[in-house]
């Protein structure tokens, strides 16, 4: 069923007539759109208006109680009469479908409910035909003209800084962008994960002060973990320096010239030291690396647990080392006259073209660049790199930061390019009612999660347990993070804690539960079928409820994926899948209770089927989880 051809001579096994062809429909990705199609081509015959709008007042109703599609008659915006008396007068002249049940009236609405057996029939061999690949669509240009060109999207996430904490703001941000990436992969772009790190600015003119200051070199051995010792070195470097930053501060309050305090003391070893980086010098930028180094390969390693993998590991010195690529962006900010100077500064005046931005500055007083034209230069190197058509920046806060990033490309002649840029982001937790705890390293936000899953797995309520050891610790641990970070909508923080609490209601672990329960049951089934034989298996036990509202839900599946795409809210995805852990849940208990029941040849066409109902579920399930950034656990 994966190309047209096929598809048709399907449908005309089923005894459908040929796919009727909608320029919104995609018959090959959405089993729903199938019957859909069906349904407009259907109606259409009794209404005067042009196909496509009769397809489009077509849609499924919210859940799967009140049918598998709806026609909305408001939407067909006929001439005569109210929409509820229309739905009245055309309800009765439909005439019956091979594919749908009698249609009923509610309101404006006419419902239909897909006939139960042709359900098991179409969609079992449809998912099945797709595996890992259901719900995938692909872009609208491949499907057309395979030699087209997929269109590329850069996302940027995570984006920690050297030694600093990994805040709730960048673990949001992680699952968040991983999520983002994820989908744009779904629907067929190209996309490039990008790292962005905060691994240029004073902060690392302090640490590479700190390694040389307690001679590090010497001190660590291979045991050492080094990203925790350098985290360490900065906060305590960062408490060395607090007083002189204090008496600066104070001088400023009370009007007296601070400058000559940054002329002593750490704060001016450090700017010395920052300084070095940035002149260049080979013995500054060797150690400079060396943090880096230590930094990337933690993570790289750290976010594998979250089975996440970066493209490219950039960060603020990629354009700092490269003075061309800000000369290049400062030259024409100044050609255009978009900045003015202040004090040897130079500050873009937002409020000057008409934006409530307030005040940007791209250039500090001595020189040297900003975080804002560090983004802005950014911009055209990854434009340069990547030749993306969007790149998408997910980042906590910062919403001022980044207007001013995007105004900026725009007053410097480049609209076009402004227009690709998109920043998501979120408000941020507040630390302390965040369920993160004082953990300030990822790695130890994860080991936190894991241990916490151990103990319960060890000794917790029944339900808790799955079978598989340390890896299925490791995977709720995973699991339970990522749902409780997606889960409130794109916005605030929550305040859920780690305790059983943490367990109750909607959960990862639910998911990875109900994923290990179906492979026990086709493990227990024990039926392996072939592909080809699919379509010719009797099914008829999957007519009737639990096992046709599964399999209704199932086929839902493709249209939530494209609806959560336009919102990019992973909200939409997790409530599917929990209800699809309800509807299998249901299948299994019911299973289980017929367990004793029945005899003959209809038992082993009963569990054919179930086992190819399962499979599909399983399926489903698990794309959208990993989609989610979940893992599922397999023995
Ligand atoms: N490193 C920054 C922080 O921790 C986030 C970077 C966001 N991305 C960017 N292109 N400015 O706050």
């Not at 098991?120 to 595996?131: G, V, W």
């Not at 990522?482 to 639910?510: C, F, I, M, W």
């Not at 509807?583 to 017929?594: G, H, M, N, R, Y």
């Not at 082993?604 to 579920?617: E, H, I, P, T, W």
Request: with cysteine; aromatic share 8%; net charge negative.
């Amino acid at each position: 069923t994966t190309s047209l051809p096929s598809l048709q001579a399907f449908v005309a096994e089923l005894g459908l007539g040929p796919v009727p062809f909608f320029a919104s429909a995609d018959v090959l990705t959405d089993p729903m759109d199938l019957c859909h199609s069906y349904l407009a081509e259907h109606f259409q015959r009794l209404v005067e208006a042009d196909p496509e709008s009769v397809y489009k007042a077509i849609q499924p109703p919210s859940t799967i109680q009140d049918g598998d599609l709806d026609i909305v008659l408001p939407r067909l915006k006929l001439p005569g009469g109210r929409p509820k008396e229309l739905a009245g007068e055309l309800l009765i002249q439909i005439q019956p479908h091979a594919l749908f049940g009698v249609p009923f009236q509610d309101g404006i609405h006419i419902r239909f409910f897909l006939s139960p057996k042709i359900i098991p029939r179409l969609f079992l061999p449809y998912i099945s035909d797709r595996k890992p690949t259901y719900g995938i669509e692909k872009p609208r240009s491949l499907r057309d003209d395979p030699e087209s060109r997929r269109k590329k999207v850069v996302v940027e996430f995570s984006s920690p800084n050297i030694a600093q904490d990994f805040t709730a703001g960048h673990l949001r941000s992680t699952i968040l962008g991983a999520f983002v990436a994820n989908m744009y992969e779904a629907v067929g772009w190209d996309v490039v994960r990008i790292n962005f790190l905060g691994d240029w600015g004073k902060h690392l003119g302090l640490l590479g002060l700190g390694w040389q200051k307690y001679d590090s070199a010497h001190k660590v051995d291979d045991q050492t973990n080094l990203f925790r010792y350098i985290h360490d070195l900065y906060n305590k470097m960062e408490e060395e320096l607090r007083p002189e930053l204090e008496a600066r501060k104070n001088a400023r309050d009370t009007g007296q010239d601070a400058t000559i305090l940054e002329l002593e003391g750490l704060f001016a070893e450090r700017d010395a030291t920052f300084k070095g980086m940035e002149d260049g010098e080979p013995g500054a930028i060797a150690l400079w690396k060396k943090l880096r180094d230590i930094t990337v390969e933690y993570y790289v390693e750290t976010y594998g647990r979250l089975n996440l993998k970066f493209d490219e590991y950039s960060g603020e010195s990629e354009v700092s080392l490269n003075p061309e690529a800000v000369v290049e962006v400062a030259a024409i900010l100044e050609s255009r006259g978009i900045y003015e100077e202040q004090d040897g500064a130079w500050v873009i005046d937002y409020e000057k073209y008409g934006t409530k931005l307030d005040k940007g500055i791209v250039r500090g007083r001595n020189g040297s660049t900003t975080y804002l034209l560090r983004d802005i230069a950014t911009v055209f190197d990854r434009l340069k790199r990547h030749s993306f058509d969007k790149m998408i920046y997910v980042v906590c806060e910062q919403d001022v930061h980044f207007r001013q990033v995007f105004r900026a490309v725009e007053l410097m002649g480049h609209p076009d390019i402004a227009d690709k840029l998109e920043h998501i982001t979120f408000a941020k937790a507040s630390r302390r009612s965040s369920h993160l705890g004082d953990a300030q390293l990822l790695g130890d936000i994860l080991d936190q999660r894991e241990d916490f899953m151990r103990e319960v797995v060890g000794t917790g309520p029944d339900e808790y347990h799955i079978e598989g050891g340390d890896a299925v610790a490791k995977a709720m641990g995973v699991s339970s993070l990522v749902v409780q970070e997606l889960r409130s909508k794109k916005g605030h923080g929550n305040n859920t804690d780690l305790s059983l609490l943490a367990l109750e209601g909607e959960t990862g672990p639910d998911l990875l539960r109900c994923h290990a329960r179906l492979c026990s049951a086709l493990a227990g089934i024990g039926v392996n079928l072939k592909l080809e034989e699919i379509p010719h298996i009797d099914y008829s036990s999957l007519w009737a409820p639990p096992w046709c509202d599964l399999l209704r839900l199932m086929a839902r599946y493709p249209g939530i994926i494209k609806s959560a795409f336009h919102t990019m809210d992973p909200a939409t995805i997790l409530t599917y899948l929990f209800q699809m852990v309800e509807e299998i849940t249901s299948c299994l208990e019911e299973a289980e209770e017929d367990e004793s029941g029945g005899e003959g040849s209809s038992v082993g066409s009963k569990y054919a089927a179930r086992s190819v109902l399962y499979d599909s579920a399983r399926q489903t399930l698990e794309n959208g989880m990993k989609l989610l950034g979940i893992t599922p656990i397999i023995n």
